[in-house]
């Protein structure tokens, strides 16, 4: 099957500062990548859909200054989350459908656990 | 809309006994419907998924699932479990033509006892 790194895996913070979460598709080209968030034992908030060339879709709810997302190249999405603080602390996981699949299934990567001291 | 519908937080099985975790969804056309496993700390693995055909899907590590159009249900079963596959279960729903959205339900965490 295809795969979707995640880097980091795991980041510590400060409050007040920002960090980068790396989504990237390694063996094809995805086009649009989701972001989730998934809060411990809850499921999965789709927070954004990130578009390669144009400008992120986001949910209802979900800060987009303060969620900044870019979708630089066909294999690689950025989550930046801008001024963290101990509420954003949560696992993010990315996804990618994969072109040319019947049904554009999606594959997971295997999620980064920010947290904000 | 779409949505899906786990109504069990938890289950809890004996190993070597069959195992049924449910689900219900609500979608506009015809549904496109997975199952993911999810260890701690880490992303989502796919189990199986129904697209058309047989009602009887079956996936990985010996998981079938029921796709049941009447009752709006795609039940995960496994015929006997095992400690390992404890873990926490999402069905998850997506209609084709939105390119490869889902919409996911609460989960539902599976403990098998010894």
């Known amino acids: 099957g295809a795969v979707v790194s995640q880097h980091p895996s795991w980041v510590i913070c400060k409050s007040g500062t920002s960090v980068k979460i790396e989504c990237r598709s390694l063996d094809f080209q995805a086009t649009t990548m989701f972001w989730y968030r998934q809060f411990p034992k809850q499921s999965l908030m789709l927070m954004a859909t990130?578009?390669?060339?144009?400008?992120?879709?986001?949910e209802q709810g979900v800060e987009k200054d303060k969620f900044l997302i870019n979708h630089a190249s066909l294999t690689l999405s950025t989550l930046t989350v801008t001024s963290a603080h101990p509420e954003d602390s949560s696992f993010y996981i990315c996804?990618?459908?994969?072109?040319?699949?019947?049904?554009?299934?999606?594959?997971f990567g295997p999620g980064t656990r920010l947290t904000v001291l | 809309a779409q949505s899906v519908a786990q109504p069990e937080d938890q289950v809890n099985v004996a190993e070597g006994n069959p195992l049924t975790v449910k689900c219900t969804y609500s979608v506009s056309g015809n549904p496109y419907l997975f199952w993911y496993v999810q260890y701690p700390n880490r992303g989502l693995q796919f189990l199986l998924k129904?697209?058309?055909?047989?009602?009887l899907v079956k996936g990985s590590y010996g998981f079938e699932a029921e796709f049941n159009k009447s009752q709006t249900s795609f039940h995960l079963k496994k015929p006997s479990a095992l400690v390992s596959d404890s873990a926490l279960y999402f069905c998850?729903?997506?209609?084709?033509?939105?390119?490869?959205?889902?919409?996911f339900g609460r989960g539902t965490q599976l403990t098998v006892w010894p």
């Open positions: 990130s578009n390669e060339g144009s400008k992120a879709t986001y």
């Open positions: 998850a729903v997506s209609r084709g033509s939105t390119l490869g959205r889902l919409y």
């Open positions: 996804s990618a459908p994969k072109p040319g699949t019947r049904y554009n299934e999606q594959f």
């Open positions: 129904y697209i058309t055909g047989d009602n």
